[in-house]
Structures are given as structure tokens and as C-alpha cells.
Nanobody, 125 residues
Framework: QVQLVESGGGLVQAGGSLRLSCAAS?????????MVWFRQAPGKEREFVAAMTRAGGTPSYADSVKGRFTISRDNAKNALFLQMSVMRPDDTAVYFCAARLGIVSSTSASDYTYWGQGTQVTVSL
């Protein structure tokens, strides 16, 4: 059973940066999993942020974060990261790490089997 734990959330001013981490456990070959970040703002549906199918693979991003966020992973450490820069108030949300077996990514939350508990990110003016 894959377990995911996010960390690194917090309060940041607009224009600032944060780096989120996701630690995976209970898995032998994390490289076999596509790992992604989603986020959910109050009153809104969970939305796709970024995905990486394997370390060194071509990442994909939501248009709203492209050029500002960078996803990366370290399979040796069973870890996924999200570097967020030039942050905006509309980036405020709970950020979730998710994973599914296979190397085909999806922007649909229902396609992911394993989820972390989420970490709150708040961007103030």
C-alpha cells in the first residue's frame, strides 16, 4: 500500500516562492508510478497542477502554473517535489500529492489511486 505525505506548505506573500515535498512509502519501485500534484481551493473542485511520469521524464503542467511551477522527483529517495515561484493569491489551496501505477499521466483526479492528506498553501497580497 503506497502512502504519501506532503510537507512544505505555509503562508507566503504574492510574488514569493515555496517548495512542496511528497514522501512516498510502502512501495518498492516508485519509478513505475506516475506522480502528480493537484490542488483544491475552498468551494472549488480539485484541479490538476503538474505531473511527472518518471524521473527525467517530460513534465506536464496546468496552463495556470506553466512557467511558474516546476515539478521534479527523486526516485532514489521516493520523493516528489513542487517548486512554486511568482506565486499569486489564486494559488491558495490545499495541495495534494497523488500517484498511480503506470507511466501514462492523466489530469483527472479520479484516475489516481493513492493520495496524501494535503498541505495548505496560502498566498497573501
Amino acid at each position: 500500500q503506497v502512502q504519501l505525505v506532503e510537507s512544505g506548505g505555509g503562508l507566503v506573500q504574492a510574488g514569493g516562492s515555496l517548495r512542496l515535498s511528497c514522501a512516498a512509502s510502502g512501495v518498492t519501485f516508485i519509478s513505475m508510478y506516475t506522480m502528480v500534484w493537484f490542488r483544491q481551493a475552498p468551494g472549488k473542485e480539485r484541479e490538476f497542477v503538474a505531473a511527472m511520469t518518471r524521473a527525467g521524464g517530460t513534465p506536464s503542467y496546468a496552463d495556470s502554473v506553466k512557467g511558474r511551477f516546476t515539478i521534479s522527483r527523486d526516485n532514489a529517495k521516493n520523493a516528489l517535489f513542487l517548486q512554486m515561484s511568482v506565486m499569486r493569491p489564486d494559488d491558495t489551496a490545499v495541495y495534494f500529492c497523488a500517484a498511480r501505477l503506470g507511466i501514462v499521466s492523466s489530469t483527472s483526479a479520479s484516475d489516481y489511486t493513492y493520495w496524501g492528506q494535503g498541505t495548505q498553501v496560502t498566498v497573501s497580497l
